[in-house]
């Protein structure tokens, strides 16, 4: 898959580097040609000098082709336009935005956009947004034998209730980031469109289960 970054900070770097390890082309736009210094010689993806929310520079970078695209730059209002922009004009659906001010959260989040706090841990946070199986678990208990996870659920689940989701998918769901704000379902909360997925599952049920969560609640067998 081909993933574009926007900012060549501290994170879009380890970002870049890290996808790139996986496998996946990537190319990082960054205003200031020096920031791309932090990638080193070893990465191979494109480095495209421009304004990241510039329909150009991001035609340049492969955002038609992309399948993610993740705004980490020191901007949160260059985030939100990057990110917006990606989304509505070129279509990307996995879109993910970096903000320093929380109390944006359920503004970006209301378009749709998930957003990831500047935290020290900010790029294994991004990671889980733009790839379903892309990170470690949130955490795991000692004998490996069950994880918390972060999953990518298909925007047919929006409009059923966690108790249908949990029977259909084999997990049981932790908790729910919506609108940038953490809560605890019940069994009767109904999954809403842009909602952040988190479930508890047995280590084996990984790939079953995302594979679940990834299809309608009508194709899961």
Known sequence: MHIVIMGCGRVGATLALNLEERGHSVAVIDQDPTAFRRLGSRFAGRRVTGLGF??????????????????????DNSNIIAARVAREVFGVENVTARIYDSRRAEVFERFGIPTVATVRWTADQMLRRLLPAGAEPLWRDPSGGVQLSEV??????AGHQVSRFQ?????????????????????????????LVHVMMYGDQVAEVEAACLLGPEEVS
């Not at 990518?152 to 689940?157: C, L």
Request: no cysteine; proline share 5%; hydrophobic share 40%.
């Open 152 to 157: 990518h659920v298909a925007p047919g689940w």
């Open 54 to 75: 510039d329909r150009d520079t991001l035609t340049e970078a492969g955002l038609p082709e992309a399948g993610a695209f993740a705004a980490v730059s020191s901007g």
């Open 167 to 195: 029977e259909r998918t084999g997990v049981r769901v932790a908790f729910l980031t919506r609108l940038g704000e953490a809560m605890l379902p019940t069994a009767r909360t109904v999954i809403q469109e842009g909602d």
